[in-house]
């Protein structure tokens, strides 16, 4: 059995760091269009690090030597940055590794490659015409989407061939396909974790956080890449009161995803937790808000559209080039629009502990049915980004973390806060995983 599908990173503490390292290499290649890059002999040699350093009595990250993946979006030291594309191939090459890989690099995590995505991070599907689309492993008999972007980034942890990955999240890029493929996914307080370094989809909505196999972990992983590490409290998860949205954020649920929500919400109130249902019809609203993405994503790529359009996987160019009918009044409206429904939003989360709610309405489809119908295509692409782009206009931080029965396709229950409340986010998304994984 492979031990990188442990539950958390300390039940790896008695492995050799070099050993799981060539654990994950030969497994990456069970998986095609996870990686599009691998970093064998560097990964190796921080795995060989780790172990010399750990057996010579000194006290190491519990992250070194481990193998920890990195979405084709951010910078490497003298490599293109190329982003699922392949319009990039030829520009220039990053002068310097982005400040979050800089920070696991100093932590001692074995880089073991970058991982395949939405070109240019534009969908929550995954797809991917140029390199492939890694299917979601949740289901072994029907090849299903890993939710996008970070697409292989999901997938990488899920089948075990990382204990972490670093992805963005703009409108759900983490947390859609944590959801997919049952497993963690963190979007923090965007200003927490710098951006520098990474192809920018929406720089008023991009956030650089991480997926793993548990809350602790991803709390591990955001003590070393964010600009100030938490504390995480031990809460306990009886008296915590807990907001369900009833407005958009539950509509339309599969079966599958209502039944696995509502069994979570049942056992989180046997627990103590108090589930309060709460309109929320501040969040009506939050569609008509979330217009960023379009004409700041046109801004950066206008110059490459104009003269290569064609090589653009042709929905994401679609989708930029939205942008291009958005004024500059618009524009800045859209800004005005946004700061004054935060402070109306958070005005309305203040009596509560956190909202939870389905990451996504839907679980995975199959990969042959989105890509055979533009029409699927978008419809679905709409519904998973539904639930969690809120949370980026909000500018909000988030947890996404598994919540169906074993044996079943994954569903996600989301845990969600207002800015900078990732202390607290965190220790209810720890305490309701706690419940949920007990027998």
Excluded at 181 to 206: H, N, W, Y
């Amino acid at each position: 059995m492979n031990p990188l599908t442990a539950k958390s990173i300390p039940a790896l503490a008695r492995y050799s760091r070099y050993s799981l390292v060539d654990v994950s290499l030969e497994e990456a290649e069970k998986y095609p269009a996870v990686f599009t890059r691998l970093y064998p002999d560097a990964a190796r040699a921080a795995g060989e690090h780790a172990d010399k350093m750990r057996a010579a009595g000194v006290e190491v990250s519990p992250l070194a030597g481990l193998p920890v993946s990195i979405k084709d979006l951010v910078d490497i030291a003298g490599e293109t940055t190329l982003a699922g594309s392949t319009v990039l191939r030829g520009a220039p090459p990053a002068k310097s590794d982005a400040p979050v890989v800089k920070r696991l690099r100093i932590a001692g995590a074995a880089i073991i490659g970058k991982t395949n995505m939405t070109e240019f991070a534009f969908s929550g599907v995954g797809l991917n015409p140029h390199y492939g689309t890694p299917a979601n492993p949740a289901d072994k008999s029907v090849a299903r989407i890993p939710g996008g972007s970070s697409s292989g980034a999901a997938v990488s942890v899920a089948t075990g061939l990382c204990v972490a990955a670093i992805g963005s999240d703009t409108g759900g890029s983490i947390r859609i396909p944590a959801a997919l493929c049952g497993i963690v996914g963190f979007k923090p307080t965007a200003r927490r974790v710098p951006s520098e370094g990474t192809l920018p989809l929406s720089p008023t909505l991009d956030t650089i956080c991480a997926m793993t196999r548990s809350v602790d972990d991803c709390i591990l992983v955001d003590s070393i890449i964010a600009d100030n590490a938490l504390s995480i409290p031990d809460l306990p998860l009886a008296g915590l009161r807990l907001a369900v949205p009833q407005t958009v954020m539950l509509d339309g649920l599969e079966p599958h995803v209502a039944a696995s929500f509502s069994a979570a919400l049942a056992r989180l109130s046997a627990a103590g937790a108090k589930i309060v249902d709460v309109s929320f019809g501040l969040l009506a609203e939050a569609a008509d808000l979330n217009r960023f993405s379009g004409p700041e994503s046109f801004a950066w790529h206008r110059a490459l559209l104009a003269r290569r359009e064609a090589e653009y996987d042709f929905r994401v160019a679609k989708r930029i080039k939205t942008g291009a009918s958005v004024s500059a009044a618009d524009y800045i409206d859209l800004h005005r629009n946004r700061r004054d429904w935060i402070v109306r939003m958070e005005e309305a989360l203040g009596p509560f502990d956190s909202l939870v709610m389905p990451t996504v309405p839907m679980v995975a489809p199959p990969i042959a049915e989105l890509e055979g119908s533009e029409e699927a295509f978008f419809k679905a692409n709409g519904l998973l980004l539904r639930n969690t782009s809120a949370i980026n206009l909000l500018d909000g931080c988030a947890v996404s973390l598994p919540c169906h029965a074993q044996g079943t396709l994954p569903v996600g229950l989301m845990v969600a806060g207002p800015a900078m409340s990732d202390r607290k986010i965190l220790a209810v998304a720890r305490a309701i995983e706690r419940t949920l994984q007990a027998q």
